[in-house]
């Protein structure tokens, strides 16, 4: 199976695959019998998706399995490292750590500009106006690996989860943080471009 993107370092094993046609992706053989029934319905691509997924964990940790809690979060099981998974069509992500994990995967889309205000509150004082829907889509994707490392239903993307400023051209270490009334949770993201995608990694510290 060859990667499409590997950022893998000593937090983290992160791995990118694109999809290719050629490439075998068999349901029966890369499903967890626990998913097969609720996965085998969905679209074509959303099943691609899935099992790229399963079939780079075959690779990393042959004998672990993806599970979902209720809240939908994706576990492994035997449950001795930490996961985070993404896709967007025709990429799939998967980071495995010691540690928790967050990783999201965006491509870069106009539609994005149409919602902005349900996600950024103080980033909007360093976007430039030029370049507004690619420093939105690196935000979002930002406090969207945020959200899947330490998240809580009563939050929200705009008022709980902030992105300090940043510079599309150095995306090494983009410093961001989690909060509420009564405490601030800081974390440094590593955000990777390629293509028309922004891919962002955060780990906990």
């Given at each position: 199976?060859?990667?499409?993107?590997?950022?893998?370092?000593?937090?983290?094993?992160?791995w990118?695959?694109?999809?290719?046609?050629?490439?075998?992706?068999?349901?029966?053989?890369?499903?967890?019998?626990?998913?097969?029934?609720?996965?085998t319905h969905?679209?074509?691509?959303?099943?691609?998706?899935?099992?790229?997924?399963?079939?780079?964990?075959?690779?990393?940790?042959?004998?672990h399995?993806?599970?979902?809690?209720?809240?939908?979060?994706?576990?492994?099981?035997?449950?001795?490292?930490?996961i985070?998974?993404?896709?967007?069509?025709?990429?799939?992500?998967?980071a495995?750590?010691?540690?928790?994990v967050?990783?999201?995967?965006?491509?870069?889309?106009?539609?994005?500009?149409?919602?902005?205000?349900?996600?950024?509150?103080?980033?909007?004082?360093?976007?430039?106006?030029e370049?507004?829907?690619?420093?939105?889509?690196?935000?979002?994707?930002?406090?969207?690996?945020?959200?899947?490392?330490?998240?809580?239903?009563?939050?929200?993307?705009?008022k709980?989860?902030?992105?300090?400023?940043?510079?599309?051209?150095?995306?090494?270490?983009?410093?961001?943080?989690?909060?509420?009334?009564?405490?601030?949770?800081?974390?440094?993201?590593q955000?990777?471009?390629?293509?028309?995608?922004?891919?962002?990694?955060v780990?906990?510290?």
């Amino acid at each position: 199976m060859p990667l499409y993107q590997n950022f893998s370092d000593n937090k983290a094993v992160v791995w990118v695959w694109k999809y290719d046609e050629s490439e075998e992706l068999n349901p029966q053989e890369l499903l967890e019998p626990e998913n097969y029934d609720k996965v085998t319905h969905y679209h074509s691509k959303k099943i691609a998706e899935v099992l790229m997924v399963r079939k780079m964990l075959k690779q990393l940790l042959p004998e672990h399995k993806i599970l979902y809690k209720e809240s939908g979060e994706p576990y492994l099981m035997p449950a001795d490292k930490e996961i985070s998974i993404s896709h967007s069509f025709p990429l799939a992500a998967i980071a495995i750590s010691d540690k928790k994990v967050g990783i999201d995967l965006e491509m870069v889309k106009d539609k994005i500009v149409k919602i902005k205000h349900k996600f950024t509150l103080n980033e909007s004082s360093f976007i430039i106006p030029e370049e507004e829907k690619e420093y939105l889509t690196a935000i979002w994707c930002v406090k969207e690996s945020l959200y899947k490392l330490h998240h809580s239903k009563f939050w929200s993307l705009k008022k709980n989860y902030e992105v300090e400023a940043f510079q599309l051209h150095h995306l090494d270490n983009v410093r961001c943080k989690v909060y509420d009334d009564t405490f601030s949770d800081y974390f440094w993201a590593q955000l990777k471009r390629f293509d028309d995608f922004f891919f962002s990694i955060v780990v906990e510290s």
